[in-house]
C-alpha cells in the first residue's frame, strides 16, 4: 500500500470524497458533537509540531510547548467552578473524558490505597474501564428511574472501615441525570465517613450548567478533589480533548521530576497534543461568557421545544431540569439509522447541540410520526 507515494492528485480526490460523504450526511442527534466551531483561523498552527509534556504549570526547556495557552484555559475554568485560589488549580488538558476520568481515579488511588470506588450503573463505560486498569475494588450502584444515584443503596453499599472513592456524574450519558453531591455528603457523614474522594464527571454538562442562572451543580467549594469535561462536546474543538480541574495537594502525590526534558511530570499520557489548548482557549475567547450563556440558552429552548413536541403526541419522552438531552421511547429502526440516535435498551436520547434548530428537529418529528406503525397514546414515563 505505501511502496510508492501516491500522486497528489489521487490523495486530494480521496480526502474530498470523504469530506463530501461526511458534510451530505443527515444531522447526528444522538451524540453530543458541536459541529459550529469556526477553526480557519486555526490552520497555519496544524502544521507546527505543537507536544506538550509534563506540568503545563512548569516551563521547561523544549520548543513550542502551548502551556500558556493550556494554563490559561485551566484558570478560565476554575473560575467557572469556584476553585479557591485560581493562581494554584491543579490539572491539564486531558486526551477526553476516559482520561480525566482515569485520571481523577488515579488521583484517589494514590491518596487512598485502601479504598473502595462506588459510582452508579448509569455512569460512562470509562468508569469501569478505570477500575479494571487501577485494580480498585469498586461497587456499582442502582439508580432511580430517571438515572440518578439511588442513595438508600448507596448507604446500604458503602463500607465504613474503607475510605470511600466515589464518581458522581453531571449528566449521565444517556440520561443526563445529576448525582446529588450534598444527599452523598449527608450519607457520608451518616456513615462517620471521614476518609473520602470525590470526582465528578462532567464531560457535556460541565460547559452548560454554569452558564445556567438557576442552575446548582458542584464547584470546589464543596469538598470535591478533581472533576473532568470535554472539549469536544459543547466547546467545539475537532478532535477529541478534554480538561481535568484537581486540587494541587491530590497531584503532589503522584509528582515526579524527568530530567531529560526539564520538567515535573503530573500528567497520565507523556507527549500530548499541544494543538487542543489552543482550540480551547480559542474557543473560550471567542465566544465569552455572555457567548456560551447564549448557546445555552438556544440549546434548551429546543430541547424543550422537542420534550414539549413529543409531550404533544403522547410520545413517552423526559428531560431533568436544566438538561439538554432528551430521552424518549426507542424510536422505529429507520428513525434511528438515519438521525444516528444513542440507544440504550427501550430508550433512546436526542442530544440538542448547537446546530440542532428547529427545523432539523421538525423534520425528525415528522419522520417519527411517518414511521410509527400506529399512533401512541401512551403517556408511559420512566
Known amino acids: ?9 489521487t490523495i486530494a480526490c480521496r480526502l474530498q470524497a470523504f469530506l463530501d460523504h461526511i458534510t451530505t450526511l443527515p444531522a447526528s442527534l444522538g451524540y453530543p458533537l458541536n459541529t459550529q466551531l469556526d477553526v480557519h483561523l486555526l490552520q497555519d498552527l496544524l502544521s507546527q509540531p505543537l507536544h506538550n509534556v509534563g506540568n503545563p504549570w512548569t516551563d521547561h526547556s523544549r520548543r513550542h510547548p502551548s502551556h500558556v495557552f493550556e494554563r490559561e484555559v485551566l484558570q478560565a475554568l476554575a473560575v467557572l467552578y469556584e476553585f479557591p485560589n485560581t493562581e494554584t488549580v491543579a490539572g491539564y488538558i486531558t486526551s477526553g473524558g476516559t482520561e480525566g476520568n482515569l485520571y481523577g ?15 452508579s450503573c448509569e455512569s460512562h463505560y470509562s468508569v469501569r474501564k478505570s477500575a479494571h486498569l487501577l485494580r480498585v ?45 450534598e444527599m452523598v455528603l449527608s450519607i457520608l457523614q451518616a456513615k462517620g465517613i471521614q476518609d473520602f474522594y470525590i470526582h465528578c464527571d462532567a464531560a457535556l454538562f460541565g460547559m452548560t450548567l454554569p452558564f445556567i ?11 470535591i478533589q478533581s ?51 489552543i482550540i480551547l482557549w480559542y474557543a473560550l ?15 434548551l429552548a429546543h430541547a424543550q421545544y422537542l420534550e414539549q413536541q413529543l409531550q404533544a403526541m ?12 432528551v430521552v424518549l421511547k426507542k424510536p422505529p429502526q429507520v428513525c434511528i ?46
Not at 148 to 168: G, K, R, V
Not at 338 to 354: P, R, S
Open 1 to 9: 500500500m505505501f511502496a510508492e507515494p501516491a500522486p497528489q492528485a
Open 105 to 119: 481515579l488515579y488521583l484517589a488511588r494514590e491518596k487512598y490505597p485502601t479504598g473502595i470506588l462506588y459510582f
Open 137 to 181: 475494588p469498586f461497587q456499582e450502584i442502582a439508580t432511580q428511574a430517571q438515572g440518578e444515584l439511588d442513595y438508600q443503596a448507596l448507604a446500604t453499599a458503602l463500607q465504613p472501615e474503607h475510605p470511600a472513592i466515589l464518581l458522581l456524574n453531571i449528566g449521565t450519558t444517556m440520561k443526563g441525570a445529576i448525582d446529588n453531591l
Open 213 to 223: 442562572p438557576q442552575a446548582t451543580y458542584p464547584t470546589f467549594r464543596y469538598p
Open 227 to 277: 472533576l473532568s469535561i470535554s472539549g469536544h462536546k459543547f466547546l467545539g474543538a475537532p478532535m477529541p480533548c478534554g480538561i481535568v480541574l484537581c486540587r494541587p495537594q491530590m497531584v503532589a502525590n503522584i509528582a515526579r521530576p524527568i530530567n531529560y526534558i526539564d520538567t515535573i511530570d503530573t500528567t497520565l499520557s507523556g507527549c500530548r497534543n499541544g494543538h487542543t489548548p
Open 285 to 299: 475567547q471567542l465566544k465569552g461568557y455572555t457567548g456560551l450563556q447564549a448557546e445555552v440558552a438556544q440549546c
Open 314 to 325: 403522547h410520545y413517552p419522552c423526559f428531560r431533568h431540569p436544566h438538561s439538554i438531552i
Open 337 to 382: 439509522e438515519k438521525w444516528q440516535l444513542a440507544v440504550d435498551g427501550d430508550w433512546a436520547h436526542i442530544v440538542v447541540m448547537q446546530q440542532v434548530q428547529q427545523k432539523i428537529l421538525d423534520q425528525f418529528l415528522t419522520d417519527l410520526r411517518d414511521n410509527l406503525a400506529t399512533p401512541v397514546i401512551s403517556s408511559e414515563l420512566v
